[in-house]
């Protein structure tokens, strides 16, 4: 960790609340509730799973309908609406189409022969808030219902779009699609578009392309499918038994390593009641050296996470050759995920006596994510904090204890 840090572990402490004597003990505790504190803002701002009622969106019927797709009828020139001799105007009609909904409207399209791979975007991107505001129990349900994922894929077949392979360079489109096909179980069909013959194709992001298709079957098949379970195995048996297995070390890590980090932080947010066996983590953590290297942030996390004895290394070489400028380019996820690291490694540390490279550790977390740190307490919950110094530990315990950590 670098040196040159000013920012000591005590004056981390003294900008979350005024100073208090840290033994090692009301260390550790600290790190855990801010631990625990992160983990709470991480899951809400990326859940594992969908549920019904967080998830459905409301459908806005003014912006559906003066949404291209049911702008005009099929093989009918666009023109302004017209006034019947009600008084109405030829919104109605397009109600009409809504009514009878977009997978109707497309299959309209399919037969006058003017069906694309944008307008059928539209449609999966209306039908997936369809699916979502209905009263099935599941949105999965009422998307296997739908049969939308069918029509799609017997579109691509007689178009002769599915064997030019030209769909899945529209990322946007396949992006909306998986989902229905996850949930109608047509795993089979999305696998053998990865080992579509790029050559015709042309494009030299091919393996980046495939790496997206596999991340998104896997997570479709977290939200859509059986679950985090079933992804796993999904992505074992795809990784150490598919065709692909046969590429060069390095093209299997661009391949899989987005599915592969996926997985690592989602397991880390399994929900109440839901389980995954220590034998399919297991399987999970032995395929690791295929999709990814010692130096990632997922490898590390794993090493804190997954493992009997938590291995503190990798996640301490990571931080080490985290540059500012690589700090400065983390997405907000990411940002939590380091945070969380960060903190689990010092608690990690301080538990095993090393005191000084937990401190290291935390002054990299201050100089680096001080927004993050700073602002996880209220501001009144600060003030509660007495200024003057108790000297009795169990007293500080207790103030720790009453932290509201959100």
């Given amino acids: 960790m670098k040196a040159s840090f000013p920012l000591s572990w005590r004056s981390l402490i003294s900008k979350i609340h005024p100073p208090l004597p840290m033994t090692p003990r009301e260390s550790r505790r600290l790190l855990a509730l801010l631990n625990a504190s992160f983990k709470q803002q991480l899951d809400r701002e990326h859940p594992g799973g969908l549920s019904s009622n967080e998830h459905r969106m409301d459908l806005h019927l003014q ?29 109605f009609g397009r109600i009409q189409d809504l009514v009878k909904g977009p997978m109707e409207t497309f299959k309209e399209q399919i037969s006058a022969g003017v069906a694309t791979i944008e307008a059928a975007t539209i449609c999966l991107e209306i039908q997936y808030k369809y699916c979502l505001a209905s009263s099935a129990v599941t949105p999965s349900d009422a998307m296997r219902s739908s049969a939308t994922g069918t029509i799609m894929l017997e579109w691509l077949w007689s178009s002769g ?36 013959d790029p050559s015709p194709i042309q494009k030299p992001g091919i393996r980046k392309r495939q ?45 899989f390593y987005p599915a592969g980090s996926y997985l690592t932080f989602a397991l880390s947010r399994i929900p109440n009641g839901a389980s995954v066996s220590t034998k399919k983590i297991d399987s999970f953590i032995n395929t690791t050296d295929i999709w990814t290297d010692s130096n990632s942030l997922a490898f590390a996390w794993q090493r804190l996470h997954f493992l009997k004895d938590s291995d503190p290394e990798p996640a301490l ?45 935390i002054s990299f977390l201050s100089a680096n994510f001080a927004k993050e740190i700073g602002s996880y307490l209220p501001q009144t919950q600060i003030a509660q904090v007495p200024k003057e ?16 950590v959100p």
Avoid at 73 to 89: E, F, I, L, Y
Avoid at 167 to 181: D, G, Q, R, T
């Fill in 63 to 91: 912006s559906i309908l003066t949404n291209p797709l049911f702008s005009t009828k099929p093989g009918s020139h666009r023109s302004p609406p017209s006034v019947d001799k009600r008084g109405g105007d030829k919104s």
């Fill in 211 to 255: 790496a997206y298709i596999f991340a998104i079957l896997i997570k479709a098949e977290v939200e859509y499918g059986n679950g985090l379970a079933s992804a796993i195995s999904l992505f074992v048996r795809s990784i150490t038994q598919g065709t692909l297995t046969r590429l060069e070390a390095n093209e299997n890590r661009i391949i």
């Fill in 161 to 196: 779009a599915e064997e030019s392979g030209r769909f899945l360079e529209n990322l946007k489109f396949l992006k909306h699609l998986i989902p229905f096909l996850v949930a109608e179980q047509q795993y089979t069909r999305v696998l053998r578009w990865l080992l579509i």
């Fill in 389 to 404: 110094t108790p000297k009795d530990e169990e007293t500080n315990l207790r103030l720790l204890e009453n932290l509201a």
């Fill in 317 to 361: 070489q990571y931080l080490q050759k985290l540059s500012e400028k690589a700090v400065h380019t983390l997405r907000a996820a990411q940002r939590l995920r380091v945070v969380l690291l960060s903190l689990k490694v010092s608690e990690l540390l301080l538990g095993k006596g090393r005191g000084d490279e937990a401190r290291s550790t």
